[in-house]
């Protein structure tokens, strides 16, 4: 929210690796959603798109299902941001 999307970018991935290294037990899902957003602020929009998705198929383990509503709305945000 502040622009800061290198440090943001940066902390999001550090999450993803711990959390792919089960160091970390939330945030399937929510992260590669966050980093979709910074992504797409930075104007990478393919990237945006793929982090995206990979944010959708993560929540729909049991694990992640809380974020499932999170995630949407993120992507709906992209979405009207996109024009779509």
């Known amino acids: 929210d502040q622009n800061w999307l290198v440090d943001a970018e ?5 999450g993803m690796r711990l959390v792919a290294e089960g160091q970390l037990a939330d945030g399937f899902g929510i992260m590669p959603a966050m980093l979709a957003r910074i992504q797409f602020a930075s104007g990478q929009i393919d990237e945006s798109q793929a982090s995206m998705e990979s944010a959708l198929a993560a929540s729909s383990s049991a694990i992640a299902e ?3 509503r ?3 709305t993120f992507k709906v945000q992209l979405w009207v941001q996109m024009g779509e």
């Open 10 to 14: 940066k902390a999001i991935r550090e």
């Open 70 to 72: 999170i995630i949407q």
């Open 66 to 68: 809380g974020n499932l």
